[in-house]
């Protein structure tokens, strides 16, 4: 069986290219034998998406609380999206950033619009983003050190990965190529001050840490740090790839404290679910004539995705919906009393970027979650993580609260 998403008249033209399996055992085997294993994924094979929900091979439907990892903040399928990126893939779908392109120039101008950075570079992942940032900075400075938090995740390219932490990230590529980064205790100002010298190009860090686990800084934290790389001369990057777009209640993570980066690194949910990146500067920090470039970056297909996403967080008022499903959600969770349970340590977050950290593994908990058509996913091996689409109902929200009360117990 076969099944194109275009349902137009042209029907049938994708025929021999969209092709279906007859069994998801076919899919595990052939996933297996042709596809490297670096992912641990339960059974299911995911087939269409409408809202904050998926449907798998065998039909079951489930609410989505990973969203591709923070990625479908407007949910599946959302039909400004698809019918934006129609229209612009049957117009110009790539063009190399040696023309102009309309919607790259229109998306830059609206990121500036939200965010108050000045110019954007555009790629096509997060990682990428953060590897312009640490050219940028590096160029900007002339420097080569990096001061990054404990628990920090930036990346996996050879680049970002010189400011991720985790040993579980590195260690298989030590020495990496980007070395001496300072790591310092996250929510800790003093001790950025302390690790700075002359060789600091740049602080690097997450408004709140998401891979590590949900880690929510004090009010101050960021603004903190901020006046100490002004008065020492060092640039602020703030990785903003999964804090962005209404995540946590705000536009962006820096809100919160109210501050404002040298450099800010985005992806994620900026394309809804298709790849894009990009880094915004301030006015003056920039890179000139050839000093960086990608093929992909900023093609008129991804900017038009960016765009059109953009348009719905702002039509459909998302931003507020995550900070007031947000609380809506923590408080309903105390309610029920998750919270008193004894395999629960604490639950936290910003907007609908939330965690419950538990005094367990929670892998049997998400598993019984799968069961019960709820997909939550695990950080750090203890924490739960919630991101779901934006667009989530609060009868959704209801029937998440009800089954992990279950499978908490
Ligand atoms: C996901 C993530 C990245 C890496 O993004 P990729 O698109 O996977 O390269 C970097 N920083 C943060 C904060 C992230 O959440």
Same mark, same amino acid.
């Given at each position: 069986?076969?099944?194109?998403?275009?349902?137009?008249?042209?029907?049938?033209?994708?025929?021999?290219?969209?092709?279906?399996?007859?069994?998801?055992?076919?899919?595990?085997?052939?996933?297996? @034998?042709?596809?490297?294993? =670096?992912?641990?994924?339960?059974?299911?094979?995911?087939?269409?998406?409408?809202?904050?929900?998926? =449907?798998?091979?065998?039909?079951?439907?489930?609410?989505?609380?990973?969203?591709?990892?923070?990625?479908?903040?407007?949910?599946?399928?959302?039909?400004?999206?698809?019918?934006?990126?129609?229209?612009?893939?049957?117009?110009?779908?790539?063009?190399?950033?040696?023309?102009?392109?309309?919607?790259?120039?229109?998306?830059?101008?609206?990121?500036?619009?939200?965010?108050?950075?000045?110019?954007?570079?555009?790629?096509?992942?997060?990682?990428?983003?953060?590897?312009?940032?640490?050219?940028?900075?590096?160029?900007?400075?002339?420097? =080569?050190?990096?001061?990054?938090?404990?628990?920090?995740?930036?990346?996996?390219?050879?680049?970002?990965?010189?400011?991720?932490?985790?040993?579980?990230? @590195?260690?298989?590529?030590?020495?990496?190529?980007?070395?001496?980064?300072?790591?310092?205790?996250?929510?800790?100002?003093?001790?950025?001050?302390?690790?700075?010298?002359?060789?600091?190009?740049?602080?690097?860090?997450?408004?709140?840490?998401?891979?590590?686990?949900?880690?929510?800084?004090?009010?101050?934290?960021?603004?903190?740090?901020?006046?100490?790389?002004?008065?020492?001369?060092?640039?602020?990057?703030?990785?903003?790839?999964?804090?962005?777009?209404? @995540?946590?209640?705000?536009?962006?993570?820096?809100?919160?404290?109210?501050?404002?980066?040298?450099?800010?690194?985005?992806?994620?949910?900026?394309?809804?679910?298709?790849?894009?990146?990009?880094?915004?500067?301030?006015?003056?920090?920039?890179?000139?004539?050839?000093?960086?470039?990608?093929?992909?970056?900023?093609?008129?297909?991804?900017?038009?995705?960016?765009?059109?996403?953009?348009?719905?967080?702002?039509?459909?008022?998302?931003?507020?919906?995550?900070?007031?499903?947000?609380?809506?959600?923590?408080?309903?969770? @105390?309610?029920?009393?998750?919270?008193?349970?004894?395999?629960?340590?604490?639950?936290?977050?910003?907007?609908?970027?939330?965690?419950?950290?538990?005094?367990?593994?929670?892998?049997?908990?998400?598993?019984?979650?799968?069961?019960? %058509?709820?997909?939550?996913?695990?950080?750090?091996?203890?924490?739960? %993580?919630?991101?779901?689409?934006?667009?989530?109902?609060?009868?959704?929200?209801?029937?998440?609260?009800?089954?992990?009360?279950?499978?908490?117990?």
């Amino acid at each position: 069986m076969r099944r194109s998403c275009i349902e137009d008249k042209s029907e049938g033209l994708a025929e021999g290219v969209i092709e279906m399996f007859s069994s998801q055992e076919e899919v595990f085997e052939k996933e297996k @034998r042709y596809i490297m294993q =670096t992912y641990k994924r339960p059974r299911i094979v995911l087939k269409a998406g409408k809202g904050s929900k998926v =449907t798998d091979f065998a039909g079951n439907e489930y609410i989505d609380c990973v969203a591709g990892i923070a990625v479908n903040a407007v949910g599946y399928s959302h039909p400004v999206v698809v019918n934006a990126l129609r229209e612009q893939a049957g117009k110009l779908m790539h063009a190399s950033n040696l023309y102009y392109t309309e919607p790259q120039v229109n998306l830059a101008e609206k990121l500036s619009e939200i965010s108050g950075m000045h110019k954007a570079f555009f790629c096509n992942s997060g990682a990428e983003s953060v590897e312009a940032a640490l050219k940028l900075a590096t160029k900007m400075t002339g420097k =080569t050190g990096f001061i990054a938090a404990e628990g920090s995740f930036h990346g996996r390219t050879l680049g970002s990965l010189g400011v991720t932490f985790g040993t579980k990230f @590195r260690s298989a590529f030590e020495p990496l190529l980007q070395k001496g980064t300072k790591f310092v205790r996250y929510n800790d100002a003093p001790a950025i001050r302390n690790a700075i010298d002359e060789n600091t190009a740049a602080v690097i860090l997450e408004p709140i840490q998401g891979e590590t686990g949900v880690i929510v800084p004090s009010d101050g934290y960021l603004r903190e740090v901020r006046e100490i790389c002004t008065e020492k001369g060092v640039l602020l990057i703030l990785d903003e790839i999964q804090t962005g777009f209404g @995540r946590t209640g705000r536009w962006f993570g820096k809100e919160h404290d109210g501050v404002e980066p040298d450099i800010m690194t985005l992806a994620k949910a900026l394309g809804a679910g298709f790849p894009i990146g990009a880094m915004l500067a301030t006015e003056g920090i920039e890179f000139e004539a050839s000093e960086h470039a990608s093929t992909f970056g900023g093609s008129p297909l991804a900017c038009t995705a960016a765009l059109a996403s953009i348009k719905v967080i702002e039509d459909e008022q998302l931003v507020e919906r995550s900070r007031d499903l947000g609380a809506y959600f923590r408080e309903k969770v @105390r309610e029920e009393g998750i919270d008193s349970n004894p395999v629960v340590k604490e639950i936290r977050g910003r907007g609908l970027m939330i965690a419950i950290e538990l005094t367990m593994s929670c892998g049997e908990i998400v598993a019984k979650a799968l069961e019960r %058509r709820i997909l939550i996913n695990c950080t750090s091996d203890n924490v739960i %993580r919630l991101v779901p689409p934006l667009v989530i109902s609060k009868e959704e929200i209801d029937t998440v609260i009800s089954v992990l009360c279950e499978v908490v117990k």
